[in-house]
């Protein structure tokens, strides 16, 4: 079974703090794909990044980083220096071969940066 | 690229009435996909098509719902008759290919 948890319903920083948002998964399969969407206020989901389950090069764009380890099933993204922009709920998400590559998203965590 | 475009963005009707959702994706994009959020089963795949084909419906909660793409650049979610249970905000989705997609602002359908 496919399975994306994300244990961290709601957190609140303040501006220019760091923030990890933190994402497991489970998939029995060797080829599998990791997303991290971002859905503001206005409603609708915006594609972060996509890690291959066979690259687990971390990745840094600007104030985002993600941390994906194969050992502990996480694929944690992490916001430097927040901003009241980055207040949104963002999705972890699972795509598997043997899942017939359709999309598992987890919960999501709501994250809410005051100035 | 204007992105994905649904409309209504908000749609209010009373219970057994028709509910008919539009798409229309990113041009060049081969798949096309319905979603479902609710706050009880967060986002939730319905259908996809890929070059206009169904390829799985089985997300489709029951008979009322209905999808189609009679074209590469234009879809309908369809709900007859609809109920208070399908209030909920549907999202059109298009890729151009199984992987990341692009999402449509949603519709929020509210049944009363």
């Known amino acids: 079974a496919q399975k994306v948890t994300q244990a961290q319903t709601e957190i609140s920083v303040v501006e220019k703090e760091d923030v990890t948002l933190d994402c497991v998964y489970e998939t029995r399969d060797t080829t599998y794909y990791l997303f991290w969407y971002k859905q503001p206020p206005s409603g609708e989901l915006v594609f972060l990044i996509r890690r291959n389950s066979f690259d687990e090069q971390n990745e840094i764009s600007g104030r985002y980083s993600w941390n994906f380890q194969k050992s502990t099933s996480s694929f944690n993204f992490t916001i430097t220096a927040s901003q009241v922009v980055d207040s949104a709920v963002y999705f972890c998400?699972?795509?598997?071969?043997?899942?017939?590559?359709?999309?598992?998203f987890g919960a999501g965590t709501r994250l809410f940066v005051k100035a | 690229d204007a992105g994905v475009i649904q409309s209504p963005r908000h749609e209010v009707t009373e219970m057994g009435q028709e509910v008919t959702l539009r798409c229309k994706p990113i041009?060049?994009?081969?798949?096309l996909f319905w979603y479902r959020q609710t706050m009880m089963r967060g986002l939730e795949l319905l259908i996809y098509?890929?070059?206009?084909?169904?390829?799985?419906d089985s997300g489709m909660p029951e008979d009322r719902f209905s999808a189609k793409m009679p074209n590469a650049s234009f879809s309908t979610l369809k709900i007859q008759p609809s109920e208070p249970r399908d209030s909920a905000v549907y999202f059109c989705?298009?890729?151009?290919?199984?992987?990341?997609?692009?999402f449509g602002q949603g519709t929020r359908l509210t049944v009363v």
């Open positions: 998400a699972l795509i598997s071969v043997r899942g017939g590559f359709k999309t598992i």
């Open positions: 041009s060049g994009h081969d798949y």
């Open positions: 989705a298009s890729s151009f290919s199984q992987l990341e997609a692009f």
């Open positions: 098509f890929n070059n206009n084909v169904p390829i799985d």
